[in-house]
């Protein structure tokens, strides 16, 4: 982390060297010349609102109006399906604001607002307020941004995504639609008398709930860290709390936890299932970010977020609150020319950053470290792309328990087989178990095709990943159409299938069990919509 | 990490060594907002957004101003009139030196096509010359100054239907149109 923060000081004296070398000149020029320091200030209004209907089909058990994670102690139906096989309507619409000025010198400056103009909250929870908003200053030295923005990765990563068609194919927009893998209830709950099976020792922790990389992108960029279901029954509220039923963690207790207070289970909990790992948001977390010109076709850019919990104004700075991601350095260069009407990009973006503990002696994470190759090549209208991505074994759960009071957490840092022989050793040295071979670093790979001719364009990009050997894949096929200025209908039809981890042997103590423990889903999505960007 | 900043600082140190022309000043946007733009802008011709306050040709006066200072050459990376999808600069210089000798036959300033008659050149009544000229972009570069000279020779009294491209001709045009457009926006 030393070298880390080495090198963060140098790169970002760097960007402020150049900014306030900026504002000495134009200050010096401003006396020297005694001319006002004037501005030129041109406010614009813009943004977008888009309409999409789809339909959808998954597997039969999440077609179901209940998901299947009924928990029966609790006489808890499972959780109200908000994806099932019916058509459903959306709409997405945001006003930006933009000001622009540029100085005497010609330095440039300015905000942009994206605001949220929904009826209701958007994915990523926001809700009626902004999306972005940062301030931007542009130079012969390159440009800067300060406040909520995306990270120079996310604008400078080139694969399949970036050159996808219709609503914007492996980007993830069918993701809205349909239900992840989830622990289905009614296989693992003991019921005495009769033949269902019951996990280890009755208890869930010993099963992992299977979480993936949905999208192709860093660990804190758009999409967030690999999202997985969280059955309610472990759901806790900010303090701790369960927060079904009556407040208790009714399920979790009876089967056969033990008594414990509803704040140990809800932190075993979301050490289980990162319940907090607060992730969804931080894409837009607060930074600064630089920008150089393109020289012989070559750019760099480097963005800084000191804590991923910093999302807004400092009322809500998180601090030590949350087990956020601190001091990340998320960077991206790229090669773009063209040479003969044979366009070639080339891009290496990267994240690194550190975890941040939330409750020293649980459960601690491995750091943050990314990296994403992509390229594309185009001809005429014709364009392939892909990328590789890396996530190593950022964030994953670290094997050793710090107190040493229970290994089960760690499940997450190994495979179930490793796990195993972790558990059957738990009497040795806890030094011992960094033998025990961890799970592959996590990665994903992306490769499409787009053809453009005049108002048409048409698209194929897939996407698979691994995320401790839970595999996703997509393919997407999506076509739009100019029809006029700024309107754009486009249809899209996305396949898509996961492949979860599933415990084995001795995790399931019923010879008898055929089922999977851990219900996956596989179907495709239908989009059509229509654009409007003013 | 280390090699990142090295990497950034080489980056500066090239931006003020290498030639103008290699540098621009093109910006990676969100690629969802690259995604929305493909349906183009509702309210200009030219995908910007809609003004409700001030006037853009105040802030293109002044990064014609931020030129005229030497400070920066970011007006030959960026058009000052955002109407001409072309640099008005090389259209002009285009226009001024092929037009000194050659008849002009197409020009579309939209476009930045320019092209002229058969011409003779330098009382040599067997040699005649054609040009073509596209220019394309808003930056003033040599990549955006696409030219070529044609000729065709006389056989017997027709003239041949082999056409070359003359190289001489369309170097020495393409460097005379280039140091006019420069020494336009020097001079300003």
Redesign the interface.
Known sequence: MK??N???I??FS?LTL?NIENVL?AQT?HSYRNMGFTQ???????G?S?FAGSKVSQESIFEKANLPDAAQATSYDGTKNRNTSGTQFANDTEV?V?V???????L?YGAIIELEANSTYDSDNQDLNAD?AYIFT????G?AEFGN??G?S????IGA??I?RGA?GI?GEYLNYINLPMLAHTDYYAQSGTDAFVLNGGSVSEVKLPRFILIPQHPTG?GGFAKGYNNLMFECDQNGNGIIGDGTIDGLVSVGIGTVSDEEVCYMARDGVDYRLNLDTTEDATKIS???????G?????SYTPDTGDTGTSSYNTGSVNNNIEEI?D????YINSINNIGLALSVTGQ?GKYEEYRPGYSSREDLTSIEYGASLTYFGLTVAGSIGNWGDSLYEKSVNQTGTSDTVNMYSRDYAQAQALLESRATDYDDLTNYQKFDDAKYYTLGLAYEFGPF?ISGTSFSSEFQENEFSAFSVGA?Y?LA????PYVEVTTFKFESNQPVGTEITAASVTENVIKDNEGHVILMGI???? | MKSLSLTIILLIILTSCISRDNISYEYPEDPRIKRKMRAGKMFSKNNEDLVVFGNKGTIKAKEQNFTKQEISHEIQNTNQNTDFPINKYLWRASLEIVSEKFPISLMDNYAGILATDWTTLNNDKNTRYKINVLVKGKELNNKNLIISVFKQKKDDANWDNVTLVDKKYTKIYKDKILSKARSVVGNQ
């Open positions: 070298k880390l080495k090198s963060l140098s790169a760097i150049l000149a020029n030129a200030p041109v406010v614009t209004i813009g977008f888009e930006h933009k622009n000025g540029i100085s005497d010198l010609g440039k972005k542009e130079s012969y030295f440009k923005n995306i120079a996310q604008k400078m990563k995504e970036s996808a914007g980007n758009h630089y920008y150089s010109p393109k020289v012989l070559f750019q760099v850019g480097i350095l960077w991206g260069m790229t690194q364009s739009d100019k200025k700024g309107l754009m654009l409007l960007n003013f």
